[in-house]
């Protein structure tokens, strides 16, 4: 009898998948939380170097939504400081954009309903880190480590095929893969994975890295055969919960210029929507900047099912690429298109999130800063095909 009694008197241990289920109910349930991310994707293509990582460092609050957070954009060198805050019944953000010679712009803005969700999910650390513990299997226990000065047991895992472009999605390394042509649904292996979980049973941190897997799959593709990944990974460290009291504006924000996200595309016929100096280009033209930065719209690629429109832009560097907007419509009236990358090739891709039948009727860039720079209007009258 002497096992059987051991055995009802001890505790039962708990299996990996059931430690990660309880942490993700955890975080779930605190009121704020303070997290660190980083996102690691450097590659050489033609002779050339390109760090296209992220890092990012933030407070959030969850009732009533609050948010600062610090991230800096490798290939871009920017760093940017973000405030989200409920003010006057309303939510605003405040983002400060320090360029590579130090100096700092503040930009303020009301957000409508769809605006505030979408800031939400970008600072969302339940769904950064839920997904990974979620979505990990095959988990087994390593053994204690530190993690943000504190003790964390560590489990090794996989990402299974089928659920690495969720995860990818999750860390903020899904668009840049999008943008060089990647489909995460082309992999066929798993993707080894790290989860640390503190003692407390919240989680700590999770890591993955997918250097030589994506070096091999661009390898298989003739047109991709000269990229090669020096490095491709993805981590987030939650650095503590329930230790935000209150997010403070600094005084330097009070006086940031206030945006619409309709201003640059406003009465365009008169160029009149930000008050700047305004020149106007047609496709072709050769435009040159106050900075000396030279380009020249020469197409524009309508791609509804992957939800973008490629502007050929033809920048030699894409480090300098100028604030961009598109004036376009889809039947149901007209609309600006705010959110961009620029690709290795120095031309500008632009989210339409799923739209169908596109006329892009200009592209705008801004010369210099909303400001005190010029506005570019490029006519470009041309009408995408679903």
Not at 211 to 218: I, K
Request: glycine content about 10%.
């Amino acid at each position: 009898m002497l096992p059987a009694l051991c055995a009802c008197g001890g505790k039962t241990a708990k299996t990996p998948e059931a430690v990660m289920l309880a942490a993700e109910e955890q975080l779930r349930r605190v009121d704020s939380v303070t997290f660190d991310m980083n996102i690691q994707m450097v590659l050489e293509a033609q002779g050339q170097t390109m760090d296209l990582g992220m890092t990012m460092q933030a407070e959030t609050i969850k009732e009533p939504v609050a948010v600062r957070c610090n991230t800096h954009i490798g290939m871009l060198g920017v760093d940017t400081e973000v405030y989200l805050l409920q003010q006057d019944g309303a939510y605003v953000t405040y983002t400060a954009v320090k360029d590579g010679e130090g100096k700092t712009s503040w930009y303020k803005m009301a957000l409508n309903q769809s605006e505030l969700q979408e800031q939400i999910d970008s600072y969302d650390a339940d769904s950064f880190f839920g997904t990974q513990l979620s979505v990990a299997k095959e988990l087994k226990l390593i053994g204690k480590e530190t993690v943000a000065g504190k003790s964390a047991v560590r489990y090794d895992g996989v990402i299974p095929p089928d659920a690495i472009g969720k995860a990818l999605d999750a860390s903020g390394a899904g668009d840049t893969l999008e943008l060089l042509g990647i489909d995460p649904s082309e992999i066929t292996e798993g993707l080894p994975i790290s989860i640390w979980i503190y003692e407390d049973g919240l989680p700590a941190k999770y890591e993955f890295d997918m250097t030589e897997m994506l070096s091999q799959l661009l390898a298989k593709n003739e047109s991709t055969a000269q990229i090669v990944f020096t490095a491709m990974g993805a981590s987030m460290t939650i650095t503590g919960v329930n230790n935000v009291q209150e997010i403070v504006l600094p005084d330097e924000a009070l006086d940031a210029q206030e945006l619409d996200p309709d201003d640059i595309i406003n009465n365009t016929d008169e160029g009149e929507g930000l008050d700047l100096p305004w020149h106007e280009a047609a496709m072709g033209d050769a435009i040159t900047l106050s900075d000396g930065t030279e380009l020249a719209v020469s197409g524009i690629a309508v791609d509804d099912g992957a939800g973008t429109i490629r502007v050929d832009a033809g920048l030699a560097d894409p480090a300098k690429a100028p604030l961009a907007a598109l004036l376009c419509a889809n039947g149901e009236g007209e609309y600006q298109l705010e959110q961009y990358t620029v690709d290795e090739a120095g031309n500008y891709v632009f989210s339409t999130e799923g739209y169908k039948d596109l006329s892009v009727y200009a592209v705008i860039f801004v010369d210099g800063s909303v400001e005190d720079g010029e506005i570019w209007y490029v006519d470009t009258a041309t009408t995408g095909e679903s």
